[in-house]
C-alpha cells in the first residue's frame, strides 16, 4: 500500500477542522484549551494540511477537544485508503491533467467540478461511472480500468 503523504495530512487537516467546528470553537477557542503556546498560524496551517503536525501536538490537539487519537486517525484512516462500498474514487486534478482523448467530456466534467470542488477528490456511485462511461463512448469497465491507471483512482471490492 502506498502512502500518499500529502493527501494525508490535507485529510488529517479536514478532520482536526471538522472537529474544532462540531464543537463550535474558533481557531482561538481551541488554542486556549491548548497546554502549550501555538500561534493560530499554526493551526490554521494543520488544519490546512500544509503543516506536518507532531504526535504529541496531535495528542494535545485531540485531548483538548476531547477525542481519542486513535479515532481520530482511525477516520482520516478510512478516508484516504478504503473507499465505500459501491463507489468509486475520483482524483479531479489527474482527470483534468489526463491527455486521452477519449476522456475529452470527462475532463470537461472534472474541470467544472474543481471550480465549485472543495476538496480534489470525491466519490460516486458506480452507476454515475456507467453515465461517464457512455458520455465518453466507452463500456464502463474499459473507463475504470482507465481511472485506476491513473494511479489517483481506487474503487471499493
Not at 474544532?20 to 501555538?38: A, F, P, V, Y
Not at 490546512?48 to 482520516?76: F, I, K, Y
Amino acid at each position: 500500500m502506498r502512502i500518499d503523504g500529502e493527501a494525508y495530512q490535507r485529510v488529517l487537516g479536514e478532520e482536526l477542522r471538522k472537529l474544532r467546528r462540531k464543537r463550535g470553537w474558533t481557531r482561538k477557542d481551541l488554542n486556549d484549551r491548548l497546554q502549550s503556546e501555538i500561534s493560530l498560524q499554526t493551526l490554521a496551517t494543520y488544519e490546512l494540511g500544509t503543516r506536518h503536525c507532531s504526535v504529541v501536538r496531535l495528542v494535545e490537539l485531540c485531548v483538548a477537544m476531547e477525542e481519542l487519537p486513535q479515532n481520530l486517525l482511525a477516520r482520516v484512516h478510512r478516508r484516504v485508503f478504503a473507499d465505500e462500498p459501491g463507489r468509486v474514487r475520483l482524483d479531479l486534478p489527474r482527470i483534468v491533467a489526463d491527455d486521452q482523448p477519449e476522456l475529452i467530456p470527462l475532463r470537461r466534467w472534472a474541470a467544472d467540478r474543481l471550480t465549485t470542488a472543495t476538496v480534489p477528490e470525491l466519490q460516486v456511485e458506480l452507476g454515475a461511472l456507467d453515465w461517464m462511461a457512455e458520455l465518453c463512448g466507452l463500456p464502463a469497465n474499459d473507463l475504470l480500468a482507465r481511472l485506476h491507471a491513473m494511479s489517483g483512482i481506487r474503487t471499493s471490492p
